[in-house]
């Protein structure tokens, strides 16, 4: 059955706040959850605080008075959103618990969105950069077995494999190397509009998550790796959010963030597994039906379009957290030595790549290799959950 957003009718704007006993949501259970739900949970913090963020930009370049004042109210309750969605997250789960959350949700996302990618561009954008996050879970999951002495399948529950992408190392390219082609508003498909707002702003939440929470440790290899990895997220948001047309008006960007976070809450209600949790993604989509309304009225008014000029005329087939082992394993094979050159793909350590690599490592091993490392000496072998077999890449076996 298709549901066009467009048409449906959300809770009144007026209704839509929650007091403090409603927002105090109860969080799931960190032992017998599905990693699916808590990646659902990560992934739409991630759309909310850059719903709540575009808002306070376009409100800080809006002259208009009473749409500024529209956009406050809708943008607290965005707000209580991030607040009741964020806050499913356990307590008792440790900061580098979270971030192999973080790093499952960066892997099967962007895998699935680049398999369901229609533009080829696109595409090889999500391919390149999920290999890249592949390896950070790979880094992640041998500091929380070196320091918490815990192995990663407590939370990632052998849906996503743990080994090598391409090395965290060969990650650090020229910032001018970062930035992408965007797509033509005007000729690409509604749907990857959509898939590269999701990706933008589940990356810009991890580069936040990891500015923030680095420095919180106490062991030198923890605040390195944090320190390392956090930088290459920044590359990830300028990879990402350089795929977004800049010709886009304002009311063109906040109709496509209304409409997508329609998308994403209706695929999560539709996929999942917690009834508490599902019941909340259900009240968030019947909040978020009214805001795009009135998003599509500011469009209209503003932008003298019509919003289906714009956007799809029915939601495409839900977003979907799944295993993507094969798919990962396939790109391991094939593109685990591309970097970038420009806005282009190379298999080469051209001279600007290896200049930076000069300046940013200065002859010390990256903080990514030690805790391999330091892993091994410490607890006998490295640590990989490889359920499909051995390493696709010889090279990058256990011997």
């Known amino acids: 059955m298709t549901f066009n957003p467009l048409q449906e009718r959300g809770i009144p704007l007026d209704r839509q706040i929650r007091n403090w006993r ?25 759309i909310e605080i850059e719903a709540v963020m575009f808002s306070h930009h376009f409100s800080r370049r809006c002259p208009d008075l009473e749409v500024r004042q529209k956009m406050a109210e809708t943008r607290y309750v965005e707000a209580q959103q991030q607040k009741a969605v964020n806050w499913l997250l356990p ?90 082609d965007h797509y033509d508003k005007d000729r690409t498909a509604p749907i990857s509009k959509l898939h ?37 997220e920044e590359e990830h948001v300028t990879h990402y959010e350089s795929l977004v047309d800049p010709g886009e008006t304002w009311w063109e960007q906040l109709l496509n963030h209304e409409y997508n976070e329609c998308y994403l809450y209706h695929s999560f209600m539709e996929t999942e597994s917690d009834p508490k949790v599902k019941a909340i993604w259900e009240l968030h989509l019947n909040m978020e039906l009214e805001h795009l309304r009135i998003a599509a009225d500011l469009f209209r008014r503003h932008d003298g379009r019509d919003p289906e000029q ?14 993507n082992k094969d798919y990962l394993r396939e790109l391991i094979a094939t593109q685990i030595d591309y970097t970038t050159l420009g806005t282009g793909y190379v298999q080469e350590a051209h001279e600007r790549f290896q200049r930076f690599q000069e300046q940013i490592h200065d002859a010390v091993e990256p903080a990514s290799e030690r805790v391999i490392d330091e892993n091994r000496a410490r607890s006998g072998e490295e640590y990989r959950l490889e359920t499909e077999g051995t390493h696709p890449l010889y090279s990058l076996r256990t011997h």
């Open 22 to 46: 409603e927002l105090n949501v109860t969080p799931i259970d960190p032992d017998h959850a599905d990693p699916y739900t808590r990646c659902r949970i990560i992934t739409m913090n991630g």
């Open 91 to 180: 307590g008792l789960n440790s900061v580098l618990e979270t971030t192999i959350g973080y790093e499952q949700v960066a892997v099967d996302l962007t895998a699935w969105v680049a398999r369901m990618e229609p533009d080829p561009y696109l595409k090889q954008a999500y391919q390149f950069g999920v290999l890249e996050d592949f390896d950070h879970l790979y880094r992640y999951a041998n500091l929380y077995e070196m320091i918490e002495h815990r192995k990663a399948e407590k939370i990632v529950d052998r849906l996503t494999e743990v080994m090598p992408g391409r090395p965290t190392k060969m990650h650090h390219r020229h910032p001018v190397d970062n930035v992408r």
């Open 196 to 232: 590269a707002l999701t990706i933008m702003s589940a990356e810009q939440q991890t580069m936040n998550f990891y500015m923030n929470v680095g420095p919180t440790y106490m062991e030198p290899i923890a605040r390195q790796l944090y320190q390392e990895i956090g930088l290459i």
């Open 310 to 323: 714009v956007v799809a005329p029915a939601l495409p087939q839900p977003v979907t957290f799944e295993p």
